[in-house]
């Protein structure tokens, strides 16, 4: 396997990574988005400062920003004697690390959960409905958007496994997952004690 090859895809991942759309969004709205809420640079912090329309432009710019990526990431058959499907995996694993610890902003970033969910529609899209369903009936069920993310961080080795998709996916979706629950310590613990941010109504 050609590291040079992996290496330049995961960087070049990282550097659109490092463009956080909660930033950029509540730019737009005279707001810092790091100094209100939670201080997270993510959707959800975005939906409680600035309001839904606002959190929805930042999920889908840092969905995207990843789908985009992989999706070119995965245009040539092989590269250096790398498959297509390795430099997508490259390419995500540097878009989630770029999300989550930023260049751009003092490596200070969202959580990775926009930016996985993107990725994952490209390479694993039956791992990605399970997972963003399950997202989807977790919030709509609790509330906490933490409460869904984790299920749908569990989901993924579980799918991504029961679908068939090959060994270094089935990786890719465990790391995904390790780094959604790492970043989300706070949130289980604050679920445990209860403090945690609810969404109340529709």
């Known amino acids: 396997m050609n590291w040079c090859v992996i290496l330049l895809f995961a960087f070049a991942g990282y550097l659109i990574g490092s463009v956080l759309f909660a930033r950029v969004v ?3 709205y005279g707001i810092d988005i790091g ?3 939670s201080g997270n640079p993510g959707a ?3 939906v409680r400062s600035a309001g839904k329309f606002a959190g929805a432009l930042t999920f889908l710019g840092d969905f995207f920003k990843s ?4 999706m070119l ?3 040539p058959r092989s590269m250096g004697g790398v498959f297509s ?4 995996i490259s390419a995500m694993l540097g878009v989630v690390l770029g999300h989550n610890f930023p260049i751009f902003f003092k490596f200070k970033g969202g959580k990775g959960v926009s930016a996985t969910m993107g990725g994952i529609s490209v390479l694993m899209p039956g791992t990605a409905i399970v997972g963003i369903l399950l997202w989807v009936i977790i919030f709509h069920a609790t509330r906490f958007v933490s409460a869904a993310s984790l299920f749908f961080a569990m989901s993924l080795p579980i799918t991504s496994f029961a679908f068939g998709y090959n060994g270094h996916c ?3 979706a465990i790391i ?3 780094v959604i629950f790492w970043c989300h310590r706070s949130n289980m613990k604050k679920l445990w004690n209860g403090s945690e941010y609810r969404f109340e109504g529709k």
Not at 67 to 70: A, C, K, P, S, Y
Not at 85 to 88: E, Q, R, S, T
């Open 73 to 75: 990431a995965l245009k």
């Open 26 to 28: 509540s730019h737009f």
């Open 44 to 46: 959800t912090n975005v």
């Open 176 to 178: 995904m997952a390790t």
């Open 67 to 70: 789908f985009v990526t992989v």
């Open 170 to 172: 089935v990786t890719l």
């Open 85 to 88: 499907v390795d430099l997508g």
């Open 35 to 37: 100094n209100v809420g």
